[in-house]
């Protein structure tokens, strides 16, 4: 059986099951000190072109939260979409792990900022009562499945550097994204001005384990002892590291990632046939959206979502996240 409702639901895809038992052999130096994690650290540098600084946590939410508390002081403020998963899906955590600093709230169409939506929120106070603004967060994909093309995360950048402010995306689907733009890694971060990107790798089939990728290395000083605070730092990281060694080999992730996005595509077509269907947001990479109260009530109608095993209530909006699998 193959459930719809979420790619963590997938399990991991043979090369990163692969090379994490490969790496299960005899003894390595602990806390990220082996050769595994250096490898795959080279290899991410090249993967982006560029000299980074590279650091592996155990999820997504670590690592924005810490991403988020680098660039931070505690009277800072981070703008982001109020349909981010920093504000909808972290308990908090960028807020705890950055001393207080605050999320500032910005809408815009199809879950993504402007820069008219960000000047708007960088504008709204400048006086030492208000948390003052300092990082952009983008996620990318977005949370309802749209992407950011290079030009508009420039535009953004752009904005918020003259502002005096940093650019961080989170980049739970990252993958998905250059798939579906056939752009490079390069192309949707630091080229376009991203400062620091949260690189998602359960998302693309690893059992665990983000990438923080900082590509302005001052901003990362200090980054080590803020994952061992947070109990990010794993004592035997290559197990960490080592799934990444095998989805990079060969662009693995992207051909994996354009499968999911393709399939998301063709689930789209599916739904679109049953009557009264309607999508809520474009299907750019792997995540579908389609209004599930047009369905009606009807007996047939819950059947045939029932078969796809969708796991939502099927009177909200069907929301569909593919995982590397997905075929």
């Not at 997938?10 to 052999?25: D, K, M, Q, R, S």
């Not at 560029?50 to 988020?68: I, R």
């Not at 349909?83 to 879950?111: I, Q, R, Y």
Request: proline share 4%; aromatic share 10%; net charge neutral.
């Amino acid at each position: 059986m193959q459930h719809f409702a979420s790619d963590n639901y997938a399990g991991i895809c043979p090369e990163a099951l692969h090379a994490l038992l490969a790496a299960n052999t005899g003894h390595a130096p602990a806390y990220g000190d082996d050769e595994w994690t250096r490898q795959t650290s080279e290899r991410l540098r090249e993967l982006f072109a560029t000299d980074c600084d590279v650091y592996f946590v155990f999820n997504g939410t670590a690592a924005n939260s810490l991403a988020l508390a680098s660039l931070c002081q505690s009277y800072h403020s981070v703008i982001c979409h109020e349909l981010a998963h920093v504000e909808t899906d972290e308990c908090g955590g960028p807020e705890f792990f950055s001393n207080g600093s605050k999320l500032l709230l910005a809408k815009g169409e199809d879950g993504k900022l402007t820069p008219e939506t960000v000047r708007e929120v960088i504008s709204r106070r400048n006086d030492i009562h208000y948390p003052k603004p300092h990082v952009v967060t983008l996620t990318q994909a977005t949370e309802v499945g749209t992407l950011y093309r290079p030009v508009e995360i420039a535009a953004i950048a752009e904005l918020a550097h003259h502002c005096g402010l940093r650019v961080h995306m989170d980049g739970a689907r990252f993958a998905n994204a250059v798939a579906s733009l056939d752009v490079t890694p390069a192309d949707l971060t630091w080229r376009a001005g991203v400062d620091v990107l949260c690189f998602g790798g359960t998302k693309m089939g690893l059992p665990m384990g983000e990438a923080v990728v900082f590509f302005d290395r001052a901003l990362s000083e200090d980054f080590a002892w803020r994952c061992k605070q947070a109990g990010q730092l794993a004592s035997k990281m290559r197990f960490l590291a080592a799934p990444w060694l095998g989805i990079l080999e060969g662009e693995i992730w992207r051909r994996h990632a354009g499968h999911a996005n393709a399939m998301a595509q063709r689930l789209a077509m599916g739904l679109a046939s049953i009557p009264g269907a309607s999508l809520l947001f474009p299907v750019e990479a792997k995540r579908c959206f389609r209004d599930v109260a047009a369905f009606g009530t009807g007996r047939a109608t819950y059947s045939r979502l029932a078969l796809l095993h969708f796991h939502r209530c099927w009177r909200r909006p069907l929301h569909v996240r593919l995982g590397y699998k997905s075929g």
